[in-house]
């Protein structure tokens, strides 16, 4: 998703107490950074901020981790998680945000992390071919997560588009992860407790079934 230059984005990252400025630093000792030492989810691409928010406010037994590359991006997450804590009466204490490049993503979290489960939500499609290699679930970056996903940990991903999630569904099965959930049309299914976010609703409102697997690795 392409966002416009905001120029209190940063300023209000580096006031964040829960903006990570250096996350190199954090590699191997994530559970060092939150309050509680409890499980870590890790959500990639994580947008504007409201999935992390629901996901965070419905399971404070869980630390979240909120990847984006881009921090206009993250500032805009930043206002709306604080917004809808405050709305809940509560305070920030178990999502860490991070600006930092999926590809490189190794260089930030390690195998001594030992992520649970990661979310990836409405990633970029890039249906052209030479582009495959950028989507969020090729077997490129499926091999990246395996240095820090546990052994039975699960991978959730929600998609508008069928081309990329049929592509999907091959790309985890020939890197050795176990499909556990296919679900074609979310909206329609006995899936509970789904959150809706942004993306989501827009293109379950112009009719688009949303899609959505979980893959574990064994």
């Known amino acids: ?47 504007k901020g409201t999935f992390v928010a629901e996901k965070a406010l419905h399971n404070p037994e869980v630390n979240f981790i909120a990847m984006d590359i881009k ?28 600006a930092y490049n999926v590809d490189r993503i190794f260089e930030v979290i390690s195998e001594d992390d030992k992520i649970d489960k990661i979310y990836i939500n409405f990633c970029n499609p890039w249906p052209r071919g030479k582009h495959n290699k ?22 959730h991903f929600k998609t508008d588009n069928d081309e990329l999630f049929e592509d999907s569904l091959e790309y985890f099965e020939t890197s050795g992860y176990k499909l556990i959930k296919v679900v074609r049309d979310l909206h329609n299914s006995d899936i509970k407790n789904n959150i809706v976010t942004e993306h989501e609703k827009m293109f379950s409102d112009e009719g688009i079934l949303i899609k959505y697997l979980v893959a574990v690795l064994p």
């Open 1 to 47: 998703m392409r966002i416009r230059k905001k120029k209190w984005a940063q300023p209000e990252l580096d006031a964040c107490s829960f903006f990570v400025n250096n996350p190199k630093e954090q590699r191997g000792n994530w559970a060092g950074f939150f309050s509680k030492n409890q499980p870590i989810e890790l959500e990639v691409g994580c947008g």
């Open 71 to 98: 921090s206009d991006m993250l500032g805009v997450g930043r206002r709306n998680i604080v917004k809808r804590f405050e709305e809940a009466g509560r305070e920030v204490d178990n999502i860490a945000l991070v």
């Open 134 to 155: 950028r989507r969020l679930t090729h077997p490129t970056k499926l091999e990246l997560y395996k240095g820090f996903l546990k052994n039975g940990g699960e991978i």
